[in-house]
């Protein structure tokens, strides 16, 4: 996936692209030779970072597979990749071809060697400058670059959460495998490699069984105490052994009835890989960098993952499969973790970024990997146009024009606004056919039981929080405990601060109201917390309204530290999936000023401390959004953001997708000059970025955004528009 989105990322900037995969498909650990789901910062929406999917060319990815294959299936998704590769005329893809040799001029790659075994061909490919996001750091290895394998002591960081070497310094491989049902009873005879007596040699065998994918089943995972590189084909045969004798298990040991009309359609010819080597770059992201969300000058992308670690004897092990720690947010990437300290045209991508073996275990995932790599991609078109190095853009102005590129592009750098002096809608007034003023969510959901504290998040002004009131079905008469939060961070989500709180008492009955006002001022503008904490005699109303911007939360469990490890305790207030997660059906006492158009050129495409969106009146039947300019200016391009719901996790692989268009989205728009004449007019989209260049530019005081259709049943909403002369 980094490989990918750097490709694409390059070519569209006007470079000349040679992919090379010694694969024959793309994707890596997602293609359906592996069958890895991506996934970054959202964690399955199991953590606290809210609207956190990685933005860019990732997210078109995603989206695209989304509206063919919301099923998740693998093979879909490979020809996703593929022909958005082979979209790009600047890409000259070369599959099934292995780089086995690197020239150098003094400190830089003059060229690299490869072999495409499919056609018996060698390639010499030279190239001003190189990008190496192969996992294992093929051609940064050859080529001399400074690099790490295994985990650094405490001590060189400072980081407590090193392993010890009894947990191991490297994480392993893993094979996966598919199951079906066949409708009759089918038999396997074991091959003669496969594990004997699964009980006796696997410790948490006792998990195995027929209802969970075996595509899931991570933790047959092997090899960290090996060469992670050159034992590969060992580790390989050692997993295989493994996943049959699994499956020998599940059909012929007695003990899963329900597995006779199993058959084992596939299994993983090569396994995935976590770990190998990490190359240096200028800086080594460390573990603290994570846990306390540290800024950088020269931040180009985020991550959110976990720090995720296993134990190196892997499914042989006695110990828990993982051991992951979360941050309170999302974190930021620098620059200089993506390009060599000492070979000067080598940009480094994907997994073997310059981290330490701790944070590593974060940034490993897919999706981080994928967004850092756009920033190498960006980078190198910046330098190519100029005969600059890597090292060139690492602060200054060219820093600012590589974040400016990125974020032009779709990527979120967190608390990174997009300063644009080239953008015409900044200079113009923004104005709209209606906003929306929420007030009040209609009670017309489910109710949802205090089993666990619930909670309804809320962007507010500075100043006084307006009171809310929710409704309630009590069972019997109860006290309830009703808290407002905020968070210690600006731009974080997970509410740490209790502002105030209450007790109110509740009568038995249905539709009773309870009344959250707790006259409490915020000195900030962000998201407060209206939490309704736990209490079985209770359930509250929910609302089918969905709203850009507005979540509704759970109380799923507290990280808890064993000991000094270097992370925080916190608590975890998740979101739920659609169809389920509906917002608590409440009403305010003023309404929320948090949609104004002018949110549309404030410089963020997704909601951080605001919704820093548009959304028109529900009530509104022909929305728009009008910009206009003392003086005419002529337009040759526009830019609009829409809403795919960056809290979503669109997950690529194995887990499928309520719909193949997120309702948010707005499907329908059309433009309009000030005398009315229409523009363009873009139908049946479901992508999160619009892009629309116009055969000439257009001289114009005025344009008329006309939101046509949503795609599903929520108010029409946007998070930008930019427009430029051309």
């Given at each position: 996936m980094a490989g990918v989105c750097c490709a694409i990322t390059a070519a569209r900037a006007g470079l000349k692209v040679a992919l090379v995969q010694d694969r024959p498909v793309l994707g890596g650990n997602a293609s359906s030779e592996i069958r890895l789901w991506v996934l970054g910062a959202t964690a399955h929406m199991t953590n606290n970072n809210r609207w956190s999917r990685e933005g860019g060319v990732l997210d078109e990815l995603l989206i695209e597979n989304l509206a063919r294959n919301p099923e998740g299936n693998a093979i879909i998704f490979d020809t996703v990749l593929l022909e958005k590769v082979l979209a790009e005329p600047g890409i000259t893809l070369l599959l099934n071809t292995a780089a086995f040799e690197v020239k150098k001029t003094?400190?830089?790659?003059?060229?690299?060697?490869?072999?495409?075994?499919?056609?018996?061909?060698?390639?010499?490919?030279?190239?001003?400058?190189?990008?190496?996001?192969?996992?294992?750091?093929?051609?940064?290895?050859?080529?001399?670059?400074?690099?790490?394998?295994?985990?650094?002591?405490?001590?060189?960081?400072?980081?407590?959460?090193?392993?010890?070497?009894?947990?191991?310094?490297?994480l392993g491989h893993s094979i996966y495998f598919y199951s079906k049902d066949a409708g009759r009873p089918v038999r396997f005879t074991p091959p003669s490699y496969a594990l004997d007596d699964v009980p006796a040699n696997i410790p948490r065998y006792q998990r195995f069984n027929t209802s969970t994918e075996g595509c899931n089943l991570w933790w047959i995972e092997w090899g960290g105490r090996g060469d992670t590189v050159h034992d590969t084909e060992a580790i390989k045969w050692e997993l295989w052994k493994v996943v049959y004798g699994v499956w020998n298990y599940i059909k012929n040991s007695g003990k899963f009835p329900d597995a006779a009309n199993l058959t084992l359609e596939w299994v993983g010819l090569i396994p995935g890989k976590r770990e190998?080597?990490?190359?240096?770059?200028?800086?080594?992201?460390?573990?603290?960098?994570?846990v306390e969300q540290r800024v950088f000058d020269d931040a180009v992308a985020h991550g959110g993952w976990s720090i995720d670690l296993h134990p190196a004897d892997g499914i042989y092990s006695e110990r828990p499969g993982c051991n992951q720690w979360h941050s309170r947010g999302v974190y930021q990437i620098p620059y200089r973790c993506l390009f060599s300290r000492n070979v000067g045209n080598l940009f480094l991508a994907g997994r073997i970024i310059s981290t330490s073996h701790v944070a590593f275990g974060?940034?490993?995932?897919?999706?981080?990997?994928?967004?850092?790599?756009?920033?190498?991609?960006?980078?190198?078109?910046?330098?190519?146009?100029?005969?600059?190095?890597?090292?060139?853009?690492?602060?200054?102005?060219?820093?600012?024009?590589?974040?400016?590129?990125?974020?032009?592009?779709?990527?979120?750098?967190?608390?990174?606004?997009?300063?644009?002096?080239?953008?015409?809608?900044?200079?113009?007034?923004?104005?709209?056919?209606?906003?929306?003023?929420?007030?009040?969510?209609?009670p017309d959901g489910p109710l949802l039981p205090l089993d666990r504290s619930r909670a309804q998040m809320l962007p507010v002004q500075k100043g006084r929080v307006p009171a809310a009131t929710f409704l309630a079905s009590v069972s019997e008469d109860t006290s309830l405990r009703i808290e407002l939060r905020s968070t210690l961070r600006a731009g974080n989500f997970s509410p740490d601060v209790v502002l105030a709180s209450k007790v109110v008492e509740l009568k038995a009955g249905e539709d009773v109201p309870v009344l959250a006002d707790f006259g409490a001022e915020v000195d900030r503008a962000g998201y407060v917390y209206f939490c309704l904490l736990k209490n079985e005699r209770v359930q509250v109303r929910t609302s089918e309204t969905r709203v850009t911007g507005l979540l509704s939360l759970t109380l799923s469990r507290t990280q808890t530290p064993d000991g000094d490890i270097g992370v925080e305790a916190f608590e975890f207030w998740c979101a739920t999936r659609r169809p389920a997660g509906e917002n608590l059906a409440f009403t305010l006492s003023r309404p929320l000023d948090a949609f104004r158009p002018e949110n549309l050129a404030n410089g963020f495409a997704r909601p951080t401390t605001a919704t820093n969106a548009w959304a028109a009146d529900p009530g509104d039947n022909a929305p728009s959004v009008t910009l206009s300019w003392d003086s005419a200016r002529a337009i040759g391009r526009i830019e609009i953001t829409c809403d795919t719901d960056w809290d979503h996790p669109m997950e690529s692989v194995q887990h499928g997708h309520p719909e193949s268009v997120i309702p948010f989205c707005l499907k329908r728009l059309r433009v309009r000059d000030g005398a009315g004449k229409t523009l363009a007019e873009v139908t049946d989209n479901h992508q999160t970025r619009i892009s629309i260049r116009l055969d000439a530019p257009v001289s114009t005081k005025s344009l008329v955004f006309d939101a046509l259709e949503p795609a599903g049943s929520v108010p029409p909403a946007l998070f930008e528009i930019r427009c430029y002369p051309g």
């Open positions: 003094g400190d830089a790659i003059a060229s690299v060697r490869a072999f495409c075994s499919q056609n018996s061909t060698i390639y010499d490919i030279s190239a001003p400058l190189f990008c190496d996001a192969s996992g294992d750091g093929i051609v940064a290895f050859l080529s001399g670059a400074a690099f790490r394998m295994g985990a650094e002591p405490e001590a060189e960081f400072g980081e407590k959460f090193a392993p010890s070497q009894d947990y191991g310094e490297l190998s080597r990490r190359f240096e770059g200028p800086y080594m992201l460390r573990q603290q960098d994570i974060s940034t490993r995932v897919m999706a981080t990997c994928a967004c850092a790599a756009q920033a190498a991609g960006a980078a190198a078109a910046i330098c190519s146009g100029r005969n600059l190095l890597p090292a060139d853009l690492a602060e200054g102005p060219r820093l600012k024009e590589l974040q400016r590129s990125l974020i032009r592009a779709g990527q979120h750098i967190p608390g990174v606004r997009l300063d644009d002096p080239d953008d015409l809608a900044r200079k113009a007034k923004i104005t709209a056919s209606s906003s929306l003023a929420l007030k009040e969510t209609k």
